[in-house]
T-cell receptor
Framework: SAVISQKPSRDICQRGTSLTIQCQVDSQVTMMFWYRQQPGQSLTLIATANQGSEATYESGFVIDKFPISRPNLTFSTLTVSNMSPEDSSIYLC?????????FGQGTRLTVV | QKEVEQDPGPLSVPEGAIVSLNCTYSNSAFQYFMWYRQYSRKGPELLMYTYSSGNKEDGRFTAQVDKSSKYISLFIRDSQPSDSATYLCAMRKGNTPLVFGKGTRLSVIA
């Protein structure tokens, strides 16, 4: 298993601003994953972040809206840009070991 | 049809009851099946992990996979108030991204 620290745990932001979420893992991992969990909805994968290359985005998510950095094998950031109330959600980072996924505690974002 | 269907509940049971949580899926290629527990304001925590069909037991928890019916279940015996959480099923084929159900909110009443 892996220990994942994510911050901030929650934030309330004004529309039009940006928020950067940080994710730190206690071991080196090749891939880190960013998910969104909207109220009453499934966890949805936003993108996969590989160290040393561009992130791979899932359908419906674009780099301009959700830029990702992956400067080393234990750290990643996700930025939610030009926020609107529709971006209010829980954002989670995740790593995998074998076929199992492990999650941080999540960032609860409210856009007003 | 969504790839994974899960009744969101809420499900409310008395302490000590046997709880049955279920998911159905449409992709017969799924090989790995997982159950996650998510407490309020926390990230999902892996509970059970099963490869292919069959049963797996861990303490009060039993996971079942029936690939012929495309149906997976999680049973909780002697349920406790501390089991109150949202339970999410998840599955995948190989190294493809996990596909999650919406989660079932469970309340165990003392």
């Amino acid at each position: 298993s892996a220990v994942i620290s994510q911050k901030p745990s929650r934030d309330i932001c004004q529309r039009g601003t940006s928020l950067t979420i940080q994710c730190q893992v206690d071991s080196q991992v090749t891939m880190m994953f960013w998910y969104r969990q909207q109220p009453g909805q499934s966890l949805t994968l936003i993108a996969t972040a590989n160290q040393g290359s561009e992130a791979t985005y899932e359908s419906g998510f674009v780099i301009d809206k959700f830029p990702i950095s992956r400067p080393n094998l234990t750290f990643s950031t996700l930025t939610v840009s030009n926020m609107s109330p529709e971006d209010s959600s829980i954002y989670l980072c995740s790593v995998e070991s074998a076929a199992e996924a492990f999650f941080g505690q999540g960032t609860r974002l409210t856009v007003v | 049809q969504k790839e994974v269907e899960q009744d969101p509940g809420p499900l409310s049971v008395p302490e000590g009851a046997i709880v049955s949580l279920n998911c159905t899926y449409s992709n017969s290629a799924f090989q790995y099946f997982m159950w996650y527990r998510q407490y309020s304001r926390k990230g999902p925590e892996l509970l059970m992990y099963t490869y292919s069909s069959g049963n797996k037991e861990d303490g009060r928890f039993t996971a079942q996979v029936d690939k012929s019916s495309k149906y997976i279940s999680l049973f909780i015996r002697d349920s406790q108030p501390s089991d109150s959480a949202t339970y999410l099923c998840a599955m995948r084929k190989g190294n493809t991204p996990l596909v999650f159900g919406k989660g079932t909110r469970l309340s165990v009443i003392a």
